[in-house]
């Protein structure tokens, strides 16, 4: 679910900017307050250092996927501002239209990657990290290995440019999404409404929750990043269970060794000797 910051970097964007880091601190403040007032179940015997460990790895990946790799090798930075010629160029769309086509478009490529994630060895290794985490809580919004974080990278801004969308509109998608992605796996227990009001278009708390769990016939459904209905649509949808869910994380990865900073980086590597995660 998170996304990184590589595309809404220039000084052109100030607002922009602005609202992507407002979506992330604000967000993030109000529900971490809330999961430690509240918590739907127990968290962390060490919260804090659960934290720290998911946002170190997130501060890592950020560093190589958007200062090295998107910025340094690739200069999306330098392209925010340019609309490619791509596949809708000739219907002449307003910029509206662009937006709303690349929404969709990307939040629909992620859909994909997300299953292929789940279907090949080699993705699952890397995806693995973040279902490894068996605390669910808003950090684990950003708990996303380096790797992974090049591939989403690379893929949403490939697909805007085969469009010709510009790059700065998954900088306003992520907008929104940063802060959906936190309150799915943020640590409480949400009025019933949120589910009612949202779930027809949304991917909720409680549907992302299924996703998270350590049955693999519930972890390889639910696969949508921002809309719900791409389940729905390709048949992976599976409904919550109105009882709630309190049981995260993989089987085989709950050791203490592959939570910690070095265990989460490693964990591509070291779990290939494990036939089933």
């Known amino acids: 679910g998170w996304r990184s910051l590589a595309l809404i970097t220039p000084d052109s964007f100030y607002l922009l900017r602005f609202a992507y880091f407002g979506a992330f601190?604000?967000?993030?403040?109000?529900?971490?307050?809330?999961?430690?007032?509240?918590?739907?179940?127990?968290?962390?015997?060490?919260?804090?250092?659960?934290?720290?460990?998911?946002?170190g790895l997130f501060l890592l990946a950020v560093f190589v996927a958007d200062g090295i790799v998107s910025l340094g090798l690739f200069g999306i930075g330098d392209?925010?501002?340019?609309?490619?010629?791509?596949?809708?160029?000739p219907l002449g769309?307003?910029?509206?239209?662009?937006?709303?086509?690349?929404?969709?478009?990307?939040?629909?490529?992620?859909?994909?990657?997300?299953?292929?994630?789940?279907?090949?060895?080699?993705?699952?290794?890397?995806?693995?990290?973040?279902?490894?985490?068996?605390?669910?809580?808003?950090?684990?919004a950003v708990r996303e290995h380096p790797v992974e974080m090049i591939f989403d990278v690379a893929l949403l801004a490939g697909t805007l440019m085969a469009l010709g969308v510009p790059l700065w509109v998954e900088g306003l998608r992520a907008a929104f999404l940063n802060p959906q992605a936190m309150a799915q796996h943020a640590n409480i227990a949400y009025p019933r409404w949120v589910e009612r009001t949202f779930g027809w278009l949304l991917v909720t708390p409680a549907m992302h929750r299924v996703h998270h769990s350590p049955d693999v016939r519930e972890t390889d459904t639910n696969f949508g990043i921002m809309f719900s209905f791409w389940d729905r649509i390709f048949g992976t949808y599976r409904a919550p269970d109105p009882a709630g869910r309190s049981g995260f994380?993989?089987?085989?990865?709950?050791?203490?060794?592959?939570?910690?900073?070095?265990?989460?980086?490693?964990?591509p590597l070291a779990a290939r000797a494990i036939p089933t995660l």
């Open 93 to 140: 769309l307003p910029i509206w239209g662009l937006v709303i086509a690349g929404v969709f478009a990307t939040d629909f490529v992620g859909y994909w990657f997300h299953r292929l994630s789940h279907r090949w060895r080699w993705l699952w290794l890397i995806h693995s990290v973040h279902h490894s985490d068996q605390h669910l809580d808003a950090s684990t």
């Open 249 to 267: 994380g993989l089987e085989r990865l709950r050791d203490e060794r592959w939570q910690t900073f070095p265990g989460m980086l490693l964990t």
């Open 79 to 89: 392209r925010l501002n340019i609309v490619p010629h791509g596949l809708l160029t």
């Open 25 to 55: 601190i604000g967000p993030w403040a109000f529900l971490v307050t809330w999961e430690g007032g509240n918590p739907k179940w127990a968290p962390s015997a060490r919260r804090w250092r659960h934290v720290a460990r998911n946002f």
